[in-house]
């Protein structure tokens, strides 16, 4: 027997992604319900390859009664609204937004990491999904903090503009085009030109310098891994549709050699390991769209402290980052948590 679905915000980037990945993974479906807001209502989306239609139904009507999982890709204004709704009426959220991330009762979830805290969902019904560069920085240091135990780590992104949704990949494309044919190129999604550029700013800034992005890194990998941990980050976005990388520089507790990690990564589920010493042999943001790993290459050690290793990491952000990690989590509560008499 299988589940009832609903994809809330299935018109976006990310939404349309999780129906992708619940066709592509034969997600034990009953019924799948494509939810949006009211301006896409009637709209018809694609049910990944099967060649199934679904017509986008009204979020703001939508009963959610009867069905045993949502997965939430509308942001938080809309989590906050109809995520509690959805929960209430007895369909568990997964919920992609940073809404709820930091509440101590709802359980962040990578089901490679720390799987076993899913039991703490039935407190609100609702589990969260993290952040799209913690998920895949997360995956990567797991294994490594249990063989050698992490004391800080330092993280640079390098984050694609599929990051910020559909607006920010169109910025990227109309500011390239012209630029190669001379129009004007004025800034719209991002607080400067995105084509041909970084721009080290991502999410709001606060008090103490840091941006909401990088803070978002530094609590959550605290509370999927564990609160000891020190990590700093700076978040920049680049000039990439798709694929987020990250150059991760890690100090341990325990004595730990790049080749060690090497090994203890190359048995690491989620983890493809591309570390050849020579032109081309790691992974870059182009190679990994589409894919559900997160990819780690240049494993080297850091001789500029005791216990030191340097890494780069890539994955898909809409996939590890966000929608693969949604149904991952659905795939888990339904192997755990939610199973139905045959």
Request: hydrophobic share 40%; proline share 4%.
């Amino acid at each position: 027997m299988g589940y009832r679905v609903a994809v809330v915000g299935a018109t976006g980037n990310v939404g349309r992604e999780m129906l992708n990945i619940l066709a592509e993974r034969q997600f034990p479906l009953d019924e799948i319900a494509a939810v949006a807001s009211p301006r896409s209502t009637g709209d018809i989306i694609d049910f990944g390859d099967s060649g199934q239609e679904l017509k986008v139904k009204n979020l703001e009507h939508f009963d959610f009664s009867g069905w045993d999982i949502a997965l939430f890709a509308a942001g938080s204004d809309v989590s906050k609204v109809h995520a509690p709704r959805a929960a209430q009426a007895g369909c568990t959220v997964i919920d992609n937004s940073s809404l709820y991330r930091m509440d101590p009762d709802v359980p962040l979830i990578v089901p490679e990491v720390n799987a076993e805290a899913i039991v703490g969902y039935t407190r609100k019904n609702i589990i969260a999904n993290p952040n799209c560069s913690t998920a895949q920085l997360v995956v990567a240091l797991k294994p490594l903090h249990d063989a050698a135990r992490i004391k800080r780590v330092v993280v640079a992104t390098y984050q694609s503009v599929s990051g910020a949704g559909k607006q920010g990949m169109d910025e990227l494309f109309e500011q390239s085009r012209n630029i190669f044919v001379g129009d004007a190129n004025e800034p719209v999604k991002f607080t400067k030109q995105i084509a041909f550029n970084v721009i080290p700013h991502i999410d709001t800034f606060l008090d103490d310098g840091s941006t909401k992005e990088e803070w978002k890194m530094v609590v959550e990998t605290k509370k999927i891994l564990g609160p000891s941990i020190k990590l700093t980050a700076t978040c920049v976005r680049v000039p990439v549709f798709v694929g987020h990388s990250e150059a991760v520089n890690i100090e341990f507790e325990n004595e730990i050699s790049a080749d060690e990690a090497r090994n203890i990564l190359r048995e690491a589920p989620g983890v493809m390991v591309v570390d050849k010493r020579e032109d081309g042999g790691y992974v870059t943001p182009i190679e990994c769209v589409g894919e559900y790993a997160t990819y780690v290459s240049r494993i080297r050690e850091d001789s500029t402290v005791e216990n030191g290793l340097s890494l780069w990491v890539v994955s898909d952000n809409l996939r590890k980052g966000a929608a693969l990690n949604a149904v991952q989590i659905a795939e888990l509560l339904g192997r755990k948590h939610l199973q139905k008499a045959a």
